[in-house]
């Protein structure tokens, strides 16, 4: 006892141990903090990384003889950008299949397509488009994909004057593919897991227990106990982050172009100021029942307004306002400048200042609604 009066962060040192240990014995904490965001990786990380550009699910009808015609047909099977359905050989199937958003569209080339009329130097015809309502964007996209090729077949014949053109210009930069914009959001949703639902799901139960009561009965201070459960939390919040980096860099080929020193440290920040919501619930309330409804209105909200599963860009801006301010926002959108941008501290200054004070005014509401039993 006189040792841990003197020493205190022998305290801290020696409960920062006890509850990592009580983290690894417990199967259902280590589902949750390390196998369920795992599992969010996979899922949506598949979800973001499977198609490598736009596609479109078309039929062919060819009611023409032409050798144009066919021709025609053989090179728009031969476009990635088409899914050609050769298993339809009229329109009324293709009609039935897009009814069942089989088919975004049917291409019908009348029987006149690739001829060559009286009196002309040259094949011509009129494709048309095939569609319903619903596919009504596809099919508009389509036809200015088919208006594209016909122009270029059209040069072939035609000489056009062009006073007015356009070229392309590549940046000597290599773009981000979907998931590594949409990594920040998943690890988001790791880092509200394992600061909120690690403390609520614990503390009430320590209650129950009565461990917290013995405890508050020694000369341990709030703040050691606070002290040592961010201490462990982060390093269990590092193992579980690190886990969904190797996964994300071995099956989706994550590419991180920010500085690691700059990273690690903004995460573990970010743990330990998240952590400090679980605190503040978990140490408040007395059981199980009366936390898990307040953690639910605490949680959700940040889970779908601060860009963890979809963009905050294509929010309203009224709603983007109001969204920037919450606990979990700055945290997402910190971990995208640095690691998909390449923001070192200084330039990410508006994110650390209101994680900065979210900490402040969470562990404030921590240590003064905290209690034992």
């Given at each position: 006892m006189l040792n841990r009066t003197k020493k205190p962060l022998f305290t801290?040192?020696?409960?920062a141990k006890i509850n990592t240990r009580r983290f690894f014995r417990d199967r259902t904490a280590l589902f949750f903090t390390i196998g369920f965001p795992l599992i969010f990786l996979l899922v949506f990380g598949s979800l973001n990384s499977?198609?490598?550009g736009v596609s479109f699910k078309v039929a062919i009808i060819n009611n023409s003889n032409s050798s144009f015609a066919k021709q025609f047909e053989t090179n728009l099977d031969k476009t990635s950008i088409l899914k050609v359905n050769k298993d339809v050989k009229d329109l009324n199937a293709a009609k039935d299949k897009m009814s069942r958003s089989e088919l975004d569209a049917a291409i019908v080339l009348p029987a006149n397509f690739g001829t060559v009329a009286?009196?002309?130097r040259f094949p011509s015809g009129q494709a048309t488009i095939q569609y319903t309502q619903n596919n009504q964007q596809s099919a508009t996209a389509l036809s200015s994909i088919l208006d594209t090729q016909f122009k270029f077949i059209n040069s072939k014949f035609v000489k056009?004057?062009?006073p007015f053109t356009v070229v392309s210009k590549q940046f000597n930069e290599n773009s981000l593919s979907a998931f590594d914009y949409s990594f920040a959001g998943l690890l988001g949703f790791a880092i509200v897991g394992m600061g909120i639902f690690g403390p609520v799901n614990v503390f009430p139960e320590l209650k129950k227990m009565g461990i917290l009561r013995r405890l508050s009965t020694t000369?341990?201070?709030v703040w050691q106990y606070f002290l040592s459960t961010m201490i462990g939390q982060a390093i269990i919040g590092i193992l579980s982050l690190s886990i969904m980096f190797i996964v994300a860099f071995l099956v989706f080929h994550l590419t991180i172009v920010g500085n690691w020193y700059v990273l690690i440290p903004f995460l573990i920040y970010s743990i330990v100021m998240i952590l400090g919501i679980g605190l503040a619930l978990g140490g408040w309330a007395k059981n199980e029942r009366q936390v898990a409804p307040l953690a639910?209105?605490?949680?959700?909200?940040?889970?779908?307004?601060?860009?963890?599963?979809?963009p905050r860009f294509l929010m309203p801006e009224w709603l983007q306002n109001i969204s920037a301010f919450l606990p979990l926002t700055p945290v997402i959108d910190g971990i995208r400048l640095i690691a998909s941008e390449g923001k070192n501290f200084s330039e990410i200054l508006p994110q650390l200042g209101l994680i900065t004070i979210w900490f402040v005014v969470i562990?404030?509401?921590?240590f003064r609604v905290f209690r034992w039993e």
């Open positions: 801290v040192y020696t409960f499977g198609n490598k009286k009196g002309d056009n004057e062009t000369p341990l201070r639910n209105i605490v949680v959700f909200p940040m889970m779908f307004l601060s860009g963890t599963f979809f562990y404030f509401i921590a």
